[in-house]
T-cell receptor, first 113, second 115 residues
Framework: GEDVEQSLFLSVREGDSSVINCTYT??????LYWYKQEPGAGLQLLTY?????DMKQDQRLTVLLNKKDKHLSLRIADTQTGDSAIYFC?????????????FGSGTRLLVRP | SQTIHQWPATLVQPVGSPLSLECTVE??????LYWYRQAAGRGLQLLFY??????ISSEVPQNLSASRPQDRQFILSSKKLLLSDSGFYLC??????????????FGQGTRLTVV
């Protein structure tokens, strides 16, 4: 089945690290993604990871994938106030010619100065 | 370069009125096109997708319909809006699974309020 779950809210202090977690149910998903949505705007792709990888680092972002537990996380180092937004994880169901994305409900990150 | 245009940005419509939201993509051919809806405080729900002209797939039963009259044009419509149709509507395109990872584009969204 297709289901992606996230915690709804995270609050951190500026300069701390943020860790946003996500669980998914379709173990055969080949691509997993993190998107950022700023208030009133569309979605911006932050990063993605192939299912044959355990970790991917991109500047302040680190993605960890635990396929055994079907757990995906996004770590933001040195979190800034500009990082305040909603973060969505998403998966692409395999063998689906529509290449649609299944999104989690989003985690609202609030960065306190 | 590829761009996606979605309009209008905001819309306030009375219950029972019709709806037409338009989305166009530039800089690519034969994209997969999608309409998502984000209800207040909730995640994104896929409403429709299209893998080619005239090909529309619906993910959930609803009061809305979609059409793709041209390769890079995707339209979301309703004959009579309901209060429950309020939300933030996002158009998106891709060229496949690899496209989502490297060339994922979303429009800026349309905030629809049905009153």
């Amino acid at each position: 089945g297709e289901d992606v779950e996230q915690s709804l809210f995270l609050s951190v202090r500026e300069g701390d690290s943020s860790v946003i977690n996500c669980t998914y149910t379709d173990s055969s998903s080949t691509y997993l993604y993190w998107y950022k949505q700023e208030p009133g705007a569309g979605l911006q792709l932050l990063t993605y990871i192939f299912s044959n990888m355990d970790m991917k680092q991109d500047q302040r972002l680190t993605v960890l994938l635990n396929k055994k537990d079907k757990h995906l996380s996004l770590r933001i180092a040195d979190t800034q106030t500009g990082d305040s937004a909603i973060y969505f994880c998403a998966e692409t169901p395999p063998m689906d010619s529509s290449y649609k994305l299944i999104f989690g409900s989003g985690t609202r990150l609030l960065v306190r100065p | 370069s590829q761009t996606i245009h979605q309009w209008p940005a905001t819309l306030v419509q009375p219950v029972g009125s019709p709806l037409s939201l338009e989305c166009t993509v530039e800089g690519t051919s034969n994209p997969n096109l999608y309409w998502y809806r984000q209800a207040a405080g909730r995640g994104l729900q896929l409403l429709f997708y299209s893998v080619g002209i005239g090909q529309i797939s619906s993910e959930v039963p609803q009061n809305l319909s979609a059409s793709r009259p041209q390769d890079r044009q995707f339209i979301l419509s309703s004959k009579k809006l309901l209060l429950s149709d309020s939300g933030f509507y996002l158009c998106a395109w891709s060229v496949g699974a690899e496209g989502w990872g490297t060339e994922a584009f979303f429009g800026q969204g349309t905030r629809l309020t049905v009153v």
